[in-house]
């Protein structure tokens, strides 16, 4: 009698378990959408204006309100509108159900060779690990840098301050090293780059693997280079 109940509730634990991780995936797998309106410095509204998700172009643009509704998946961490007139604009997402754009008065054109030099792809084009900033408007909409490592860089997951760059190792042992990864600031290096103001930043690089090698033990973990504007 007693085999016949602990086999009952074996049963039972395992439906449970089961309708729980199902629930779990089928919630990582929602999809919302989202809406916005990206205008000028005079308020006008823009035509034609691309909208990318994590640095990659979906196949929305604004119609002659200057509107866009698209789909969105949760983990989303960057919105970026983007005008061959006016240049781009880039947020952080953090579950908005509206996200709209206002370029400024110092916006410039910019060609779509030079947004692919800044990390900017079609959705099936795989990026470089440098990725150029400058005339990217409205990175003070990330709160710190690490928000901004996370949301540009598919690789890097951050903890508080702790960078992780995934495939930047293969090895179960750190040699007595941290497992963070060799911060370089300026060719600097820095073990704390909490003070970075994110609008301050001209370019960021994720080096990882071989070309880690280059600098030794301490890149074992992979290497965050980041240079700031003059």
């Known amino acids: 009698?007693?085999?016949?109940?602990?086999?009952?509730?074996?049963?039972?634990?395992?439906?449970?378990t089961g309708a729980f991780y199902a629930q779990k995936?089928?919630?990582?797998?929602?999809?919302?959408?989202?809406?916005?309106?990206?205008?000028?410095?005079?308020?006008?509204?823009l035509t034609g204006v691309y909208i990318y998700l994590d640095s990659v172009r979906t196949k929305v643009r604004t119609n002659k309100k200057g509107f866009y509704k698209l789909k969105i998946k949760p983990n989303t961490k960057v919105i970026s509108a983007y005008s061959p007139n006016h240049g781009i604009l880039s947020l952080?997402?953090?579950?908005?159900?509206?996200?709209?754009?206002?370029?400024?008065?110092?916006a410039k054109p910019l060609h779509r060779s030079e947004l692919s030099e800044m990390g900017?792809?079609?959705p099936l084009r795989?990026?470089?690990?440098?990725?150029?900033?400058?005339?990217?408007r409205g990175l003070n909409g990330f709160n710190d840098i690490y928000q901004l490592l996370e949301g540009v860089f598919a690789g890097v997951s951050v903890t508080g301050t702790s960078i992780n760059i995934r495939g930047a190792t293969t090895s179960t042992t750190n040699f007595g090293n941290p497992t963070e990864p060799l911060l370089l600031v300026d060719n600097v290096p820095f073990l704390d780059i909490s003070n970075i103001i994110p609008s301050e930043v001209k370019s960021i690089e994720v080096i990882k693997g071989p070309d880690a090698a280059y600098y030794g033990a301490r890149g074992v973990y992979g290497v965050v280079k980041i240079n700031l504007k003059n």
């Open 92 to 106: 952080s997402y953090s579950g908005e159900k509206k996200v709209s754009f206002a370029f400024s008065d110092d």
């Open 120 to 122: 900017f792809g079609d």
């Open 25 to 45: 995936k089928n919630k990582q797998k929602v999809v919302k959408s989202i809406t916005g309106i990206v205008k000028d410095i005079n308020n006008n509204p």
């Open 126 to 136: 795989v990026g470089g690990t440098k990725v150029s900033f400058e005339g990217v």
């Open 1 to 16: 009698m007693k085999r016949k109940q602990r086999i009952i509730l074996s049963i039972f634990l395992c439906l449970i």
